[in-house]
Structure formats: structure tokens, C-alpha cells
């Protein structure tokens, strides 16, 4: 027999953290916090597994899930003392979601659940507070009736705001018991109406209704979307956790409230979070009262923390705080309940955080002695790191506030207002930049959030649905700013006598909550020191090399600046694209002659000497890896007239001739065409041309500086040994030569990229001639699945979107096919010549997951663009230490 119900609390914990697989986060966690003592409300888990049970069996539960059910609910009953539908003392129970990850789009939360019209006037009784009972029941089914009765819950927001109007009040808080039974009633009418049913009263149906809820929502929309943004496999399923009610909304000595046990936007170690008096959890995440905070010496005047309004529950609340982060050894995110000043957990996991934020506590955790070095490298993800390098408000930059709410998640981002998220996506998909603008967002809108910039909300505090999402995914985020009116009829936000129309620009600052009108200038931000911790102990930890592919000075700075140890490509041809130099290029191309070449490429030889005679000085000491002009000919060639003209002219000839050549130079398939070595073998005085600049530039700065730098120089698209040959014996020439001129010999090295399937497949061969391999991974991308390059971004995301491809394979190396390329080039490779030194330059080299595989390969080293650099250092670390496990961050 299956067991597909895990029991918690009152002494009956069958699960474990651990456990989160079969359990969900929330139910694994529940049963871990209860057999560590902490006060769990008692209930059960049904595991994830029934939900693949249930889609594979046309929505059907397994037979046997009801009997161990049912026994799951006699011990709760048991435990706490009261019967599940008994008229004099119901016990009432919350249905909540749980899968392995949290997931917004899911259904959520049903709490109450097993009130009818016979138990409401039983808790009345039981708690001798009637007002309470209604309220309760009201609550249980606007939730059950919107989320899985499927009843719009504006529908019920429209009956409380008819009985405020008719009993004159503001507050839901000043409604009588009386008033609640109206409300409640006309909720009946509303689910019967909308439903052709009554509202069930039978609490076994409810139960079995809300389950089913949860199991049918992993299928729906927006469940499907997360997980697609997320790479979470619809496989794992959703575990359901039903557990004994606890009450915050019992009076004045309740309470519901949510808290990090550090500062989750700046990681400081300082306890976070807010709570509100007589509410559930819903009131809270709604935002439509504003939470207090809970520690004293945060509170603003007019505040009341929980400490000063309840400070026994604060004093074991600080004493959880302190057991849960030594326990899991991590910053953790917690629900709590006062019920009459008696506190209860509802949950743990493991914090959502910024990336400063992530960052700083794994320093500062590491410090204190809760995790080690090697765990605090794992606990950062490498990808994320790009958000911290991302561009911040110019301080000094003038600007035109519209107003202010929390700051929800950094970063600052400007882009047009849109009001939707279908409008934020689809204008995103144009290359807007897109401002997302809502009263209060829900998992609904996740799609526009993640195409949006950046978001704003007029509505709630900083664990509201927008808070969370946004820090969750890095976008900037200013949350709650209660001054700024969302006018979705008119399109429009308004503030202060300012309006700023649908499709005008505004500025956040999620660092501070400001929003501006128009764009402000940004800059750079600084990094903390906590950053360059984090990147020394992930240099300890590391075996494999990080370079950049550079080939400007500004490049090669950032990339130093960034720790790249050397240059892994300098993609020469980026060089001739200069504005002085391109006539020169064509001056040469155009010609027919071997003497007009050489003529031209005279010219651009003391440009190309000085380019590498400051990269060799800016990376002094390190490696620098230079290719040899790889992209076909006609890419230089004059586009217009007056281009054509200007070489013609220089040239001495007429425009007709150099359309003639520019004819003759066109290909039908560029990419594999006339480049690469090819160009090299056709026309050798171009390489020679190159190897000379580099060994006198070398030269110079050996001289200069007496540290001669090491050139490794790289032949492009080799396919054939005796391409290698060839060219390497033109290298071999000039740098006799060049030796003997200067009467200064220097070390170098010559070797190839490995970036076409012969290349890889005789590897062994052409690892005879070679002193280094360097793998290309888009052109052997583009060669392996005979995708091009730059045609594959019309129709990759619809292979993306329908699961042929798990991802972009230009983005992230297709570890089965590219990357089994690498891996026979790579033993065949060192096979044939031991310590053959091999590295990756394509874009892959700065992509965590094929960093990961970079380092199981065994490569010495990766190459990627600088601002990549800290990422790949860090992904690199990750993938030494066996990065396996999850990310937090
Ligand atoms: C490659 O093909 O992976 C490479 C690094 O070269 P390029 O992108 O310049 O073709
Ligand atoms: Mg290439």
C-alpha cells in the first residue's frame, strides 16, 4: 500500500525537512519545525505523488488516499480535541498548497474550512464571541467561493462594501455579528447565483472540494507559465497540506504576521517583518490594512510593534527567529498566528532575497560561524550577480518626483506606463522598456511582471504579492505607494496634481521607493566589500581559469577589473571596424593583387601593433589569447555609394569595379564561406600581417617593461589539420623573422579553435600541431545542429516553448549533442597530447550550467564577456564544489 498521507504535530511528526520532494516545502517544513519543538498547529500532508495519480487517472484519487485521510483527521481531531463538523465543537481546518518550490499561480490558501450554518452558530458558542463566528465564515467561503468555486472575489468585495455603506462604517472591523450574517448570506445567494448550486455545507465536500482545488490549479494557466519561466517540470506535482485552524482574528490578543529572520532587501541581521492584530493571513498579503511592524526599535511614531502590543508572543517569537536559523542555517521566512496571545508557526522556508541581500548574508553567515566558505560560495547564484552590476539612479541627476512607496526590490528602472500585464508583455515583446503600474498585483500578471522593468503598486506592504515576486525575479520594485493613484479607466497615474498618461515614461527606485516622472540618469553601482569576499573564497575554491573575451582596452580593463586572469579571446577582426582602419580593409579586400594587399595591410599593421601592445600591457603576466581574422571578406566591404566611392578614390580606380568585387566577394551561406583560416590559406600576407603586429607589440612591451607577455595565438574555424599547418607555419615565419630583426626572441604559443564537428571528431590529429584548444561553442552550435546563427532566434523560442529544446542552445550548451562534441575533442585532444591545455570562448563560457559541465570536462579554463567574469568566477567555484543541490537565492 501506497502511503500518501504524512501526519504533523501533536507528537506525530512523519515527515522531515528533507522531505520536501514527496511533502512540498510547506509540509516537510511544518513537520521538521514541530519535531524541533516549535508550536505547530497539528494536521497532515497529502504527498505530491497523488497529484501525478490524479492526472494520470483522469482526475481520480488513488483508492486508498480517502481511508488515510480520514485516519489522518481523526488524530488531528484527536489531538486538539474537537470534531470536524460537530455542531457544538467543530474543528475547523486550512487547505493549503505546498510544492517543492514555492509557486504563485497555484491555489493557494482556503482557511475555515468545515463552517456551515450549523457549526458557525458552534464557534459562536465555543468562543463566546459571535461577531468572530461570522466573520469566520464569511471569510471561509469568499475564499472557497473564489478559489474553488471559481466566484470572482470582486463579487464579495461588492456585498461588504454594500453592508459598510448600509450600516455607515469604514472599517470591516466596525461590522456586528448581525452584519456578517447579512453578508454571509448574500455570499450564499452570490455562489448559488454564480454557481446554480448552494454553497456546500457538508465539511467532508469542502474538504474533498478544496483538495481538489489545489491538485486542479497545478494544471491551470498561470501554475503552467511559472513553471515554464522557472524550469520547474510539471512532473513534481503539489503536495496539499490540511491542518487544525488557529486563530488571529479572535480580538485584540490575536494576530497574524509574516517575518524574515534578516532584513531580506539588504540582508542585514536584523529581525523583519510585520504583523496585523484580530486578522488572518489573507489581510496580511491583501495589504489592505497597513501591518505594524514587529520590533520596537523600528517602529515610527503612531506604530505599534508587536513587542510593545504583545511581548510574550514577540519573546518567543525572537526565540524562534533564533532556533529556526541555527537549525536550517539559513535566513528563513515565517508565518506566524496569535491566537490569545499563544503563538503558533504556520510556516518556514528558506527566505526569498535580493541578490545584495544573498550576498551579504552568506558572507556574514560564514563569519558567524552558521556555514562555512565553501557554503557561503554556494549559496549566491552566480546569475543573479549580474543584477548587482546593473546601472543605479545618478545621485547628482535632477528629477521630478511623483512620489513614494516602499522600497520593495532594488535597482532603478525607467520605461512607459502600461497598466496590464498582457500590455506589459506584448509592448516588452516590441523592446519597450515597460513600467508595470497596478493598485495590487497577483499571480495573474507574473507574465507582464517578467517582462516589465519594473513595477510599480499602490497597494501593500513588503511581503505582498508584488514585494515578493519582484525581488524574487531581481526586478526593480516600489510597492504600496499609497500617494499615487492607478487610474486604469482614464490610463493614467496621478499624484500630487501630476498625471503621467499610459505610454509616458516614468523612473523607480526600488532601492528607496522613489518614482519619478520621465527618465533620470543612472550610473554604475559600486560593488560591496562583501562582493569581493565572496569572489576570494570562490577563487579558493575553483580549478578552472576565468578569462574574458576582450579586444578593446576599456574591455580588457573591466575584464581585469572584474579578476578575469588573461584574455580567452581577442576577436581581431572588431579591430578593423575602427573608422581609420576600414578604408585600409578595403583598400585590401578590394584589390587583386598580392602587392595591393600587402600595400593596404602595411597600413593597418601599425594599428593592430598598438591595439595589442596595450592589451599585453593591461594584462601583464597573463595569457592573451588572439585570434586571426575570422569572418568572411564581404563583411568589410563599402554598403553605399559614397562608402564605394571613398575606396575607389583612395584607390585610384572607379565605383563600378568595386561593385564588381563586392559581387564577386558575396556568398550565399557567409557562415560557411570564404572565413576562418580559409581567408588565411587564400590570402596569407592577412595572417602574416597579424602575427607580425603581435610579436612587435610583444616585443615592445617586453622591452618596455621587461615582462614579456606571452602570446597565444589562435587560428579560426580549423577543420583540418593541415589547415593548422599551413597557418602555423605563417605564424612560425614571422616570428623568426620578427625575432631576428629585433634581436628579441619571446615565448608564444599557437593553437586553435575547436568550433566545427571534423575538428572535434579528429581532434587527436590536429592536437599534434596544436599547443592549446579553444572550443567555439557557437560556431560548433551552429554546426552540430545545422542551426544558423543568426536565423535561429525567429523560431528557437517556439522549440523553447513546446519542449523540443529545454533551452536556448545558443544560450546554454546543449550538453548532450554540442557538449558530447567537447567531450570527445577533449579526450581525443589529450589523449593524443597530454596536458593539452583547453578552454571555451563562446558565449557558453559565462552560463552557469555550461560552466558546470565546462568543469566535469575537465577544461583548464572559460572565456566570457567582462561583465560576466564575477558570474563565471563564481559558477566556476560552484561546478569544483559539485553544485547539485538548490539555490536560494
Ligand atoms: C565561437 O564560435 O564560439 C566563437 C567564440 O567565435 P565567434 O563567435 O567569433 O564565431
Ligand atoms: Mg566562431
Not at 180 to 193: A, I, P
Not at 310 to 319: F, S, V
Amino acid at each position: 500500500m501506497t502511503k500518501w498521507v504524512y501526519s504533523f504535530g501533536a507528537g506525530n511528526n512523519e515527515g522531515r525537512a528533507d522531505m520536501r520532494n514527496l511533502l512540498g516545502g510547506k509540509g516537510a517544513n511544518l513537520a521538521e519545525m514541530s519535531s524541533i519543538g516549535l508550536p505547530v498547529p497539528p494536521g497532515f500532508t497529502i504527498t505530491a505523488e497523488v497529484t501525478a495519480a490524479f492526472y494520470e487517472n483522469d482526475h481520480k484519487y488513488p483508492d486508498d488516499l480517502k481511508g488515510q485521510v480520514d485516519a489522518a483527521l481523526a488524530q488531528v481531531e484527536k489531538a486538539v480535541g474537537l470534531n470536524f463538523g460537530d455542531s457544538a465543537h467543530p474543528l475547523l481546518v486550512s487547505v493549503r498548497s505546498g510544492a517543492r518550490v514555492s509557486m504563485p499561480g497555484m491555489m493557494d490558501t482556503v482557511l475555515n474550512l468545515g463552517l456551515n450554518d450549523t457549526t458557525v452558530e458552534g464557534l459562536a458558542k465555543a468562543a463566546n464571541d459571535p461577531r468572530f463566528a461570522w466573520d469566520s465564515y464569511r471569510r471561509f467561503i469568499q475564499m472557497y467561493g473564489s478559489v474553488v468555486l471559481g466566484v470572482d472575489h470582486h463579487r464579495f468585495e461588492e456585498i461588504i462594501e454594500h453592508a459598510k455603506l448600509d450600516a455607515g462604517v469604514i472599517e470591516d472591523t466596525a461590522l456586528t455579528a448581525d452584519q456578517w450574517r447579512e453578508v454571509v448570506e448574500g455570499y450564499k445567494d452570490l455562489v448559488e447565483q454564480e454557481t446554480g448550486k448552494p454553497f456546500p455545507q457538508d465539511p467532508h465536500e469542502q474538504l474533498w472540494g478544496a483538495i481538489g482545488a489545489v491538485f486542479g490549479s497545478w494544471m491551470n494557466a498561470r501554475a503552467v507559465t511559472y513553471r515554464r519561466l522557472h524550469d520547474i517540470p510539471a512532473d513534481w506535482g503539489t503536495a496539499v497540506n490540511v491542518q487544525a485552524m488557529v486563530f488571529g482574528n479572535m480580538g485584540n490578543d490575536c494576530a497574524t504576521g509574516v517575518c524574515f529572520t534578516r532584513d531580506p532587501s539588504t540582508g542585514e541581521n536584523m529581525f523583519y517583518g510585520e504583523y496585523l492584530v484580530n486578522a488572518q493571513g489573507e489581510d496580511v498579503v491583501a495589504g489592505i490594512r497597513t501591518p505594524q511592524p514587529l520590533s520596537a526599535s523600528v517602529a515610527k511614531s503612531g506604530e505599534i510593534p508587536l513587542e510593545k502590543a504583545m511581548p510574550a508572543a514577540y519573546a518567543e517569537l525572537m526565540e524562534v527567529r533564533s532556533t529556526l536559523e541555527k537549525h536550517y542555517k539559513d535566513m528563513q521566512d515565517i508565518e506566524f498566528t496569535v491566537q490569545q496571545n499563544k503563538l503558533y508557526m504556520l510556516q518556514t522556508r528558506n527566505g526569498k532575497r535580493t541578490v545584495a541581500a544573498s550576498l551579504r548574508m552568506a558572507v556574514e553567515m560564514a563569519r558567524e560561524g552558521l556555514i562555512d566558505e565553501a557554503e557561503a560560495v554556494m549559496r549566491v547564484n552566480p546569475s543573479s550577480l549580474d543584477q548587482l552590476l546593473h546601472p543605479m539612479l545618478d545621485p547628482t541627476a535632477s528629477r521630478t518626483i511623483l512620489g513614494k512607496g516602499l522600497p520593495a526590490s532594488p535597482g532603478a528602472a525607467s520605461g512607459i506606463v502600461v497598466f496590464s500585464a498582457d500590455e506589459a508583455e506584448s509592448r516588452a515583446a516590441k523592446g519597450e522598456a515597460v513600467i508595470l503600474c497596478r493598485v495590487e498585483t497577483s499571480p495573474e500578471d507574473i507574465h507582464g511582471m517578467h517582462a516589465a522593468k519594473g513595477i510599480l503598486t499602490t497597494r501593500g506592504g513588503m511581503t505582498s504579492h508584488a514585494a515578493v515576486v519582484a525581488r524574487g525575479m531581481g526586478r526593480p520594485c516600489v510597492a504600496g505607494a499609497g500617494g499615487i493613484s492607478v487610474d486604469y479607466n482614464n490610463q493614467m497615474l496621478s499624484a500630487g496634481g501630476k498625471q503621467v498618461r499610459a505610454g509616458e515614461i516614468v523612473t523607480l527606485d526600488g532601492a528607496t521607493g522613489e518614482v519619478f516622472v520621465g527618465s533620470v540618469a543612472m550610473i554604475e553601482p559600486a560593488v560591496s566589500g562583501d562582493f569581493g569576499t565572496l569572489m576570494e573564497w570562490a577563487d579558493k575554491h575553483r580549478r578552472m581559469g576565468v578569462r574574458a573575451n576582450a579586444e578593446t582596452p576599456l574591455d580588457a580593463e573591466t575584464a581585469r577589473k572584474f579578476g578575469a586572469e588573461g584574455i580567452g579571446l581577442c576577436r581581431t577582426e572588431h579591430m578593423f571596424f575602427d573608422p581609420e582602419r576600414i578604408l585600409a580593409v578595403r583598400q585590401m579586400i578590394i584589390s587583386n593583387t598580392e602587392s595591393g594587399r600587402r600595400a593596404a595591410l602595411a597600413r593597418l599593421l601599425p594599428f593592430q601593433r598598438e591595439d595589442f601592445r596595450q592589451i599585453f600591457t593591461i594584462m601583464a603576466g597573463l595569457p592573451v589569447t588572439i585570434r586571426l581574422l575570422d569572418p568572411p571578406l564581404h563583411e568589410f566591404l563599402p554598403h553605399h555609394d559614397q562608402e564605394m566611392q571613398e575606396v575607389a578614390d583612395s584607390l585610384g580606380t572607379d565605383i563600378a569595379t568595386i561593385r564588381l568585387r563586392a559581387e564577386e566577394l558575396s556568398e550565399a551561406n557567409p557562415m560557411l564561406g570564404h572565413r576562418g583560416c580559409r581567408l588565411g590559406i587564400a590570402f596569407p600576407e592577412i595572417y602574416e600581417m597579424q602575427a607580425r603586429a603581435i610579436f612587435e607589440g610583444a616585443i615592445a612591451v617586453a622591452k618596455e617593461t621587461g615582462n614579456a607577455p606571452h602570446p597565444e595565438i589562435m587560428i579560426p574555424l580549423v577543420g583540418m589539420k593541415r589547415e593548422l599547418e599551413i597557418t602555423r607555419a605563417q605564424v612560425d615565419k614571422i616570428a623568426v623573422e620578427v625575432f631576428a630583426e629585433t634581436g628579441t626572441t619571446i615565448e608564444y604559443s599557437v593553437g586553435t579553435m575547436i568550433e566545427l564537428p571534423r575538428a572535434a571528431l579528429l581532434a587527436d590529429k590536429i592536437a599534434d600541431c596544436a599547443d592549446f584548444f579553444s572550443f567555439g561553442t557557437n560556431d560548433l552550435t551552429q554546426t552540430v545542429f545545422g542551426l544558423s546563427r543568426d536565423d535561429a532566434g525567429k523560431f528557437l523560442p517556439h522549440y523553447v516553448e513546446a519542449g523540443i529544446l529545454a533551452k536556448d542552445p545558443f544560450v546554454s550548451i546543449d550538453v548532450e549533442g554540442v557538449g558530447e562534441m567537447v567531450r570527445i575533442a577533449s579526450e581525443k585532444g589529450r589523449a593524443a597530447k597530454g596536458g593539452l591545455k583547453l578552454g571555451i570562448c563562446g558565449e557558453h563560457g559565462g552560463d552557469p550550467a555550461s560552466i558546470a559541465f565546462c568543469e566535469q570536462v575537465g577544461l583548464d579554463y572559460v572565456s566570457c564577456s567582462p561583465f560576466r567574469v564575477p558570474v563565471a568566477r563564481l559558477a566556476a567555484a560552484q561546478a569544483a564544489l559539485g553544485a547539485a543541490g538548490d539555490r536560494t537565492a
